[in-house]
Protein backbone atom coordinates (compact mmCIF):
# COMPACT_ATOMS: atom_id res chain seq x y z
CA UNK A 1 0.00 0.00 0.00
CA UNK A 2 1.30 3.38 -1.15
CA UNK A 3 1.49 5.82 1.64
CA UNK A 4 2.69 9.51 1.26
CA UNK A 5 3.10 11.59 4.54
CA UNK A 6 3.88 15.21 4.63
CA UNK A 7 5.33 17.45 7.22
CA UNK A 8 6.72 20.85 7.80
CA UNK A 9 3.93 23.27 7.58
CA UNK A 10 3.40 26.18 10.09
CA UNK A 11 3.65 29.70 10.51
CA UNK A 12 5.77 32.02 9.05
CA UNK A 13 6.14 35.58 7.91
CA UNK A 14 6.56 37.08 4.47
CA UNK A 15 9.87 36.88 3.59
CA UNK A 16 10.24 33.60 5.40
CA UNK A 17 11.28 30.39 4.36
CA UNK A 18 10.09 26.63 5.16
CA UNK A 19 11.29 22.59 3.81
CA UNK A 20 8.31 20.40 3.68
CA UNK A 21 9.04 16.80 3.71
CA UNK A 22 6.75 13.96 2.01
CA UNK A 23 8.15 10.72 3.15
CA UNK A 24 7.10 7.77 1.12
CA UNK A 25 6.21 4.14 1.96
CA UNK A 26 5.08 1.21 0.26
CA UNK A 27 6.27 1.10 -3.48
CA UNK A 28 9.78 1.48 -4.78
CA UNK A 29 11.05 5.28 -5.85
CA UNK A 30 12.99 4.33 -8.62
CA UNK A 31 9.55 4.52 -10.67
CA UNK A 32 7.59 7.16 -9.22
CA UNK A 33 7.93 10.76 -9.77
CA UNK A 34 6.39 12.95 -7.05
CA UNK A 35 4.35 16.48 -7.69
CA UNK A 36 3.61 18.94 -4.24
CA UNK A 37 0.21 20.54 -4.74
CA UNK A 38 -1.41 23.26 -2.69
CA UNK A 39 -4.97 24.51 -2.15
CA UNK A 40 -6.00 27.77 -0.75
CA UNK A 41 -9.76 28.19 0.69
CA UNK A 42 -12.18 28.49 -1.59
CA UNK A 43 -9.66 28.01 -4.56
CA UNK A 44 -8.77 24.91 -6.60
CA UNK A 45 -5.92 22.57 -5.91
CA UNK A 46 -2.78 23.71 -7.82
CA UNK A 47 0.39 22.06 -9.02
CA UNK A 48 3.11 23.43 -7.69
CA UNK A 49 6.52 21.21 -8.83
CA UNK A 50 7.00 17.35 -9.73
CA UNK A 51 10.20 15.64 -9.68
CA UNK A 52 11.18 12.17 -11.43
CA UNK A 53 11.61 9.18 -10.01
CA UNK A 54 15.40 10.30 -10.62
CA UNK A 55 15.43 13.60 -9.83
CA UNK A 56 16.39 14.35 -13.79
CA UNK A 57 13.12 15.95 -14.53
CA UNK A 58 11.80 19.07 -12.45
CA UNK A 59 8.66 21.18 -13.03
CA UNK A 60 7.46 23.95 -11.20
CA UNK A 61 4.20 26.40 -11.84
CA UNK A 62 5.17 30.03 -12.67
CA UNK A 63 4.01 31.58 -9.44
CA UNK A 64 6.93 29.87 -7.17
CA UNK A 65 9.41 29.68 -10.37
CA UNK A 66 12.84 30.88 -8.48
CA UNK A 67 11.72 31.03 -5.66
CA UNK A 68 10.54 27.09 -4.42
CA UNK A 69 12.86 24.39 -5.10
CA UNK A 70 11.55 20.34 -5.25
CA UNK A 71 14.31 17.24 -4.77
CA UNK A 72 14.77 14.13 -3.45
CA UNK A 73 16.74 11.75 -1.00
CA UNK A 74 15.81 8.19 -2.25
CA UNK A 75 17.98 6.25 0.22
CA UNK A 76 15.64 8.42 2.73
CA UNK A 77 12.47 7.87 0.84
CA UNK A 78 11.51 11.57 0.94
CA UNK A 79 10.49 14.44 -1.34
CA UNK A 80 11.31 17.90 -0.12
CA UNK A 81 9.79 21.25 -1.35
CA UNK A 82 12.03 24.14 -0.14
CA UNK A 83 10.19 27.42 0.10
CA UNK A 84 11.43 30.66 -0.17
CA UNK A 85 10.75 34.42 -0.04
CA UNK A 86 7.46 33.32 0.90
CA UNK A 87 4.08 35.37 0.28
CA UNK A 88 0.94 35.64 1.73
CA UNK A 89 -0.37 34.13 -1.36
CA UNK A 90 1.21 31.18 -0.68
CA UNK A 91 -1.00 30.13 2.30
CA UNK A 92 -2.69 27.31 1.55
CA UNK A 93 -2.48 23.64 2.68
CA UNK A 94 0.29 21.58 0.63
CA UNK A 95 -0.05 17.86 -0.48
CA UNK A 96 2.17 15.47 -1.88
CA UNK A 97 1.49 12.86 -4.42
CA UNK A 98 2.56 10.23 -6.74
CA UNK A 99 2.73 9.17 -10.29
CA UNK A 100 4.22 7.75 -13.19
CA UNK A 101 6.47 10.82 -14.74
CA UNK A 102 6.34 14.45 -14.73
CA UNK A 103 4.54 16.25 -17.54
CA UNK A 104 4.34 19.44 -19.01
CA UNK A 105 1.86 20.42 -17.08
CA UNK A 106 1.25 19.66 -13.19
CA UNK A 107 -2.79 18.48 -13.07
CA UNK A 108 -4.20 16.47 -10.16
CA UNK A 109 -6.14 14.19 -12.03
CA UNK A 110 -2.73 12.74 -13.42
CA UNK A 111 -1.76 11.69 -9.80
CA UNK A 112 -2.82 9.19 -7.14
CA UNK A 113 -1.70 8.21 -3.91
CA UNK A 114 -2.24 11.60 -1.79
CA UNK A 115 -0.72 12.67 1.36
CA UNK A 116 -2.91 14.46 4.30
CA UNK A 117 -1.48 17.46 3.78
CA UNK A 118 0.19 20.41 5.63
CA UNK A 119 -1.29 23.61 6.07
CA UNK A 120 1.51 26.23 5.55
CA UNK A 121 0.65 29.94 6.74
CA UNK A 122 2.20 33.60 5.53
CA UNK A 123 1.11 36.36 7.77
CA UNK A 124 3.34 39.02 9.93
Do not use: H
Not at 6 to 12: A, D, H, M, R, T
Amino acid sequence: QLQLVESGGGLVQPGGSLRLSCALSGFTLDYSAIGWFRQAPGKEREGVSCISSMSDNTKYADSVKGRFTTSRDNAKNTIYLQMNSLEPEDTAVYYCAATSYCRRSIEAGDFGSWGQGTQVTVSS
